[in-house]
């Protein structure tokens, strides 16, 4: 859908795009290793490459997601504001060159993952008081920053849009409302999505040195991370259905993608030519098949 013509001209397009291709790798990265190793032994548990690069890799598209739609929530901002300077920076060639600076800084900030992540006694983990750094450094990266951006950015764009004139107004709403509102919604469910996990990040962080726990306890910090977990997932196939329900636009032109392959694809068009009592069927291959009515 984002890489149709009427989309790629919109920055914010170019920035759900990239959204939408790191969910597309996220989801089967992150998921597929979990459900093989319920009935095969963990890959990671044997592997020491996997085990590190595993994690890193979902770890890194998770930052891709998230501030690629920093980035979209920002330029909707751009956008609403009457003054050029500030609205030129929504640029679609803007827009590629902070995906690829993100793409690098990202892997970057991450790459601390490859390097301190190990296998002991059969588990792929983290160990010692790498354990309680990471939970810090997952709670700032993930938890804080990210939301903290994209509620700014969306309070003032909602901010600026009210204290622009009328006529205005009506043009930006015209022109800019549906992927406005696209990424308001991500935005949304981005927040409440990361809001267990981070707060999961923070407990672990402040309990990290209680060493008793009773079994009881123990169970329930593990379901309750796992849930915090398997909420992580969601965000990147809950965009496709937040675009369907709050864009009326996107939401047509995905039926009529449907629509068109079918006819295309899976329906070959045919040409009937009633004559007399025979009816001339021409399909697309050129050739003439007459039956009789």
């Known amino acids: 859908m984002f890489t149709r013509h009427s989309y790629r001209r919109t920055p914010s397009s170019i920035y759900l795009l990239f959204l939408s291709i790191c969910g597309f790798i996220y989801l089967p990265w992150s998921t597929v290793p979990i459900i093989y190793a319920l009935d095969h032994i963990d890959p990671q548990t044997q592997s020491i490459v996997i085990c590190k690069t595993r994690l890193y890799i979902t770890h890194t598209l998770g930052l891709f997601i998230r501030y690629c739609l920093v980035f979209a929530s920002a330029d909707r901002f751009f956008v609403t504001r009457p003054n050029v300077r500030i609205r030129s920076l929504s640029s679609v060639l803007l827009a590629i060159k902070l995906i690829v600076i993100m793409c690098i800084i990202c892997s970057l900030i991450a790459i601390h993952l490859p390097i ?13 008081i790498y354990t309680f750094i990471y939970a810090i450094y997952q709670t700032f990266v993930i938890g804080i920053i990210p939301p903290v951006l994209m509620s700014t950015f969306s309070f003032l764009t909602i901010r600026s849009l009210q204290e622009r004139h009328h006529d205005a107004q009506v043009r930006t709403r015209q022109r800019d409302r549906y992927l406005t509102r696209m990424v308001t919604a991500e935005v949304i469910a981005s927040i409440f999505i990361s809001i267990p996990y981070s707060a999961n990040l923070i407990y672990t962080a ?27 997932y969601l965000i990147s196939v809950v965009p496709f259905y937040l675009y369907i329900s709050t864009s009326k636009t996107f939401r047509n032109q995905f039926i009529n993608l449907f629509v068109n392959f079918w006819y295309k694809y899976i329906i070959r068009r045919v040409r009937i030519v009633p004559h007399n009592d025979l009816i001339t069927i021409a399909p697309n291959n050129g050739q003439t098949i007459r039956v009789r009515q």
């Open 116 to 128: 301190l992540m190990n296998i002991r006694d059969g588990v792929c983990g983290m160990f010692g």
């Open 206 to 232: 402040f309990t990290y040195n209680i060493v008793n726990r009773s079994p009881q306890r123990v169970e329930i910090e593990s379901f309750v991370a796992f849930f915090s977990i398997f909420l992580l």
